[in-house]
């Protein structure tokens, strides 16, 4: 009986990881779209630093934003470098949640990447993190700039509860969200894809928004090692893809705001 059991959610895992893929498959823009833009990055302005939302630059709806997001020691900063091809464009510290600040970086005067304040593990006065909440909270929710949200997991590490709700209350904001799988030279090479792994934990959690609504596609997943230098293509092709859907529609990426949303309160910074 317990083989039988196997069997059969082992078959249900696997029906239920290509329906995913499926499903997957509509949500990601066509390449061929016809245009200028390209994956690389060259041009880099200087750092636009905001402690309060206000202080954000103004939304242009020309320039999509793009936001790096996740808990305070899983290698935000030295993504963002990676991926930017620099040594110092963002900060990086061995002690976890430097980066207290929204920082919106200008590229190639079309785009910004946005390195959001880390959660989880930050230190501080409790006024301080208080305003890191705030900020963070109000940037998901009222930015209408923000073309998608790039939630940063540690690869390396047992995935935890508090990343799984963090990117649940994402999704439940209405932001377009995908993950991004660091430190991924320190990954395990033994057991079941990290990549599945992460989506079968989305899948199956309490109240899973991606198991209950049709409508809700699991994100996609990019594996990366700032270390190893693998994976960047593949975001910064994302990236140039979500740009040129963004230019061939003639529109930015304006959210529809849900006054239901307001009231979730989003994994706290601490």
Known sequence: ?????????LLCTRRQRQQRRDRQVTQVP???VKSEIRPEIYRIGEAQRSFFYSQCPVEDLRKPEFAFFGQSNVGKSSMLNFLCNRRKLSTISKHPGHTKLIHHFLCENSFYL?????????????????QMTKIVTAYVRHRS????????VDGSARFSNFDLQGIKWLVD????????????DMAPSRGLDRADELLDLLYEMPESPWRLKKDVALPLVFKCSAKERTGREAVLEHIADLRRAIVSQGRG??????KALESREPPAIR
């Open 1 to 9: 009986g317990s083989v039988a059991g196997t069997v059969s959610f």
């Open 30 to 32: 066509l390449s061929a």
């Open 114 to 130: 946005v390195d959001l304040p880390g959660t989880g593990q930050a230190k501080g006065a409790g006024r301080e993190l208080k």
């Open 145 to 152: 700039t923000l073309a998608e949200l790039f939630y940063l």
């Open 173 to 184: 904001s209405g932001v377009n969200l995908s993950v991004i799988l660091t430190k991924m």
């Open 253 to 258: 990426s304006r959210k529809k705001k849900d």
